[in-house]
């Protein structure tokens, strides 16, 4: 037996807009459908924008679970989006070293104080 590859990842949102509005303002990301559509296509992953609360991600007590998305983009774009976040005035939780210098990432918290990881890739 065997598992395929990852199809699918629901993010719990307490509030999904504003994280739609995040991921297609800030990170860029075009929605699968137009107007409010809660869903991207990353690659062969579909993101879906759930909101906290609901039948499948009941709030849970005592705190809640956060979540990393880990995206490769290219070395030399790292400094660029490193700007645009502070530029949006996005918490950055982990700035880029040197170039050339491993692990060479920026990490990020989106509106929910989930963890947005941008990769060097090689």
């Known amino acids: 037996m065997t598992v395929g590859s990852l ?18 303002r800030i990170l860029g990301l075009e929605p699968t459908e137009p107007g409010n559509a809660l869903r991207f296509t990353l690659g ?3 993101l879906v924008l759930r909101p ?3 039948a499948l991600f009941a709030s849970a007590r005592g705190g809640e679970a956060g979540t ?3 995206f ?21 939780l982990d700035a880029p070293g040197p170039s050339g210098a ?11 104080g989930n963890v947005i990881e941008l990769f060097a890739a090689a």
């Open 72 to 92: 490769p983009v290219a070395d030399a774009e790292l400094e660029r989006w490193h700007r645009r976040m502070l530029t949006a005035r996005v918490a950055v």
């Open 7 to 24: 199809a699918r990842v629901e993010l719990a949102c307490r509030d999904p807009h504003r994280q739609r509005e995040f991921f297609s």
């Open 102 to 112: 491993p692990p060479r990432l920026l990490r990020v918290a989106d509106p929910e």
């Open 44 to 46: 062969g992953v579909e």
């Open 52 to 54: 906290r609360g609901d």
């Open 68 to 70: 990393l998305l880990a």
